[in-house]
């Protein structure tokens, strides 16, 4: 019997471990904040400006980084859609003038600089566009912890998922789709506490 209640308690302890509960599929926001967080490593990508975006620009700030291209359709639009719901509530409070929006474009042969400054164009002029050489993506899309076009299910990020990267340039998180801007917002806002 006690070793029973041993197993029952030891049972009930993992699941009330953060990442370690088992998902629940009718939730509406999906946030992964179960690791403590690694670096991102140096790189250098150009932005919608033609000015380059390194991970220096990633320090004193809180960064949210879709991966996409603007070919992508449906997920980075709700991403970027969220997102500027997310900047329209925090927009009267001084956390926004610490939180950035970097979308990366994975495709540098049709994503220019212009053509990312369309795309953004009809979201929030604050938000950041930047693509790179295909072997500093890779190399980034590693340190993010990201596998691009993998399911949700695998607990990995996938077109129109956001990683959260702290103002260390550390990866503290993950937001996954379907987004709904209160909830969103709100676990940006704890995530920023739990640093």
Same mark, same amino acid.
């Given at each position: 019997?006690k070793?029973?209640? /041993?197993?029952?308690? +030891?049972? =009930?302890?993992?699941?009330s471990?953060?990442? #370690?509960?088992?998902? !629940? *599929?009718?939730?509406?926001?999906?946030?992964?904040?179960?690791?403590?967080?690694w670096?991102?490593?140096?790189?250098?990508?150009?932005?919608?400006?033609?000015? /380059?975006?390194?991970? +220096?620009? =990633?320090?004193?700030?809180?960064?949210?980084? #879709?991966?996409?291209? !603007? *070919?992508?359709?449906a997920?980075c639009?709700?991403?970027?859609?969220?997102?500027?719901?997310?900047?329209q509530?925090?927009?009267?409070?001084?956390k926004?003038?610490?939180?950035?929006?970097?979308?990366?474009?994975?495709?540098?042969?049709r994503?220019?600089p212009?053509?990312?400054?369309?795309?953004?164009?009809?979201?929030d002029?604050?938000?950041?566009?930047?693509?790179?050489r295909?072997?500093?993506?890779?190399?980034?899309?590693d340190?993010?912890g990201?596998?691009?076009?993998?399911?949700?299910?695998?607990?990995?990020?996938?077109?129109?998922?956001l990683?959260?990267?702290?103002?260390?340039a550390t990866?503290?998180?993950q937001f996954?789709?379907?987004?709904?801007?209160?909830?969103?917002?709100a676990?940006y806002?704890?995530?920023?506490?739990?640093k």
């Open positions: 019997m070793r029973w209640l /041993a197993w029952l308690a +030891a049972g =009930l302890f993992a699941v471990l953060p990442g #370690l509960a088992p998902a !629940t *599929h009718n939730e509406s926001q999906h946030t992964d904040l179960s690791s403590r967080g670096p991102v490593g140096d790189f250098s990508l150009t932005d919608q400006n033609g000015r /380059a975006f390194t991970q +220096a620009q =990633l320090q004193g700030r809180w960064t949210l980084v #879709l991966l996409g291209d !603007t *070919h992508c359709g997920p639009g709700a991403a970027l859609t969220a997102l500027t719901g997310m900047y509530r925090i927009s009267t409070t001084q926004l003038a610490t939180t950035q929006v970097l979308f990366v474009s994975l495709d540098p042969q994503d220019t212009a053509a990312l400054r369309r795309y953004l164009a009809p979201y002029a604050r938000f950041m566009g930047a693509t790179g295909p072997e500093t993506l890779a190399r980034m899309i340190d993010l990201a596998k691009p076009g993998v399911p949700p299910a695998s607990n990995a990020a996938y077109p129109g998922s990683i959260l990267v702290g103002p260390d990866v503290r998180g996954l789709p379907p987004f709904d801007v209160p909830r969103l917002t676990a806002l704890k995530a920023r506490v739990r």
